[in-house]
């Protein structure tokens, strides 16, 4: 059942992006199109109700920060997540990540069901990280919280479809003054302080359509929303082009130029790290099960890699054994010096014992190209605020 969804997203994904031709998919085409219009209704009427207090946001009483993105994937939203994460808890906020956990195991319908009406035990989301110890797996937690748990020392990483819920259950549970929305955009029940929006240089509004026919989430207009916008991706070529067409939604709003800065490769069996200097001239398989595979295949090239074989799968997918040990085989046979995946692809692995080939994660962390002393600021502007009074039974 999972592979044929994921089958059926992928055809609908080259429909979508105009990588299927014939009849049939003009006609799918066509029909997503007229999708779009109601879509678009709907998801403008939301925002219109919430505007006028038709429908109520609610507010926790802490520092609210939403991390999210006008598309669907591929904007490199995670190291930006951990990058604020990192700093803030550096600045001396005690910090939780709000998470849907997308993709996480979830109950089976009706044992969830049973386990809704007979659970009687005080609300709990899922708690992936406590900030000392790691307490799910990729597969229960997702693999996004899941990365950022362990990569984030002392933060806490909660995933629940209620993030006013476990918001507050940081709050009160955990001591936390600051909450981060993974993804939180579109999650306008909790009042957000400050709105951090993400656009990929390579694909800023990515077909310019909205769902289900295009890949945008909301139109571009609605991106007045942010007070800070990050573009991701970006290099030395600049991006004032992208600058001025965003200076038309938003003439006030911060705007931040990052890339995504390959820091080094990590075995994810023994954990050896090597430099990146060592892709250099050799010949490799890429893997990924990611939204922008070309992005990641055209950085480990930039890095002096010949990529000889590669194997996409749909965004999140939980790689098989036999998938894993198919391409290593193929790779092996070719005699390749390693496999390179993405540490988002890396959690989501199957244990391989004694790989044919050696397979490497490529770590990535986001450095600022422009707008530094406005990221700066972003951070000072939360951290210098008076944290809010910690409940006393936390420091019982």
């Not at 919430?50 to 904007?75: A, D, H, K, P, W």
């Not at 600049?238 to 080094?264: M, V």
Request: aromatic share 8%; with cysteine.
């Amino acid at each position: 059942m999972r592979r044929w969804i994921e089958q059926l997203e992928q055809f609908a994904i080259e429909v979508i992006l105009e990588g299927r031709g014939g009849k049939r998919a003009a006609v799918f085409r066509w029909f997503l199109h007229a999708l779009s219009f109601i879509y678009r209704g709907i998801v403008q009427l939301r925002l219109w109700l919430y505007r006028n207090r038709f429908m109520r946001e609610r507010t926790l009483g802490c520092m609210v920060i939403s991390i999210g993105n006008l598309t669907v994937g591929g904007t490199g939203k995670t190291p930006v997540v951990e990058k604020f994460a990192r700093s803030l808890q550096a600045g001396g906020r005690r910090v939780a990540i709000l998470s849907r956990g997308y993709k996480s195991k979830k109950l089976p319908f009706l044992k969830g069901i049973w386990h809704s009406v007979t659970n009687r035990e005080p609300y709990k989301p899922r708690i992936v990280s406590d900030g000392r110890s790691i307490l799910l797996d990729s597969r229960m937690a997702g693999d996004e919280p899941y990365m950022l748990a362990v990569n984030l020392k002392d933060v806490i990483v909660l995933v629940d479809k209620n993030r006013v819920a476990s918001g507050r259950y940081a709050i009160e549970e955990m001591g936390c003054d600051t909450l981060l929305l993974d993804d939180g955009m579109q999650f306008l029940k909790l009042k957000h302080r400050l709105e951090i929006v993400l656009v990929d240089r390579q694909a800023p509004f990515g077909n310019e359509q909205l769902l289900p026919r295009g890949t945008l989430r909301e139109p571009a207009g609605n991106l007045r929303r942010a007070s800070y916008i990050f573009i991701t991706k970006s290099n030395a070529e600049g991006n004032e082009e992208l600058i001025k067409r965003i200076r038309t939604y938003n003439r006030t709003a911060e705007i931040i130029e990052c890339s995504h800065q390959p820091q080094y490769l990590e075995h994810v069996i023994t954990g050896e790290r090597l430099p990146l200097e060592w892709l250099r001239g050799k010949h490799v398989g890429a893997l990924s099960a990611i939204a922008a595979p070309k992005s990641f295949e055209d950085g480990i090239k930039r890095l002096g890699a010949k990529i000889e074989l590669s194997r996409h799968f749909a965004d999140h997918h939980r790689f098989t054994d036999r998938e894993i040990t198919g391409f290593l085989k193929r790779c092996g046979n070719r005699a390749l010096d390693a496999v390179i995946t993405t540490e988002k692809d890396y959690v989501r692995l199957p244990r391989v014992t004694a790989p044919e080939v050696p397979i490497y994660f490529l770590r990535v962390e986001i450095l600022i190209l422009s707008g530094a002393e406005s990221w700066q600021s972003c951070v000072d502007r939360i951290c210098k605020r008076q944290a809010m009074m910690a409940p006393e039974k936390f420091f019982a």
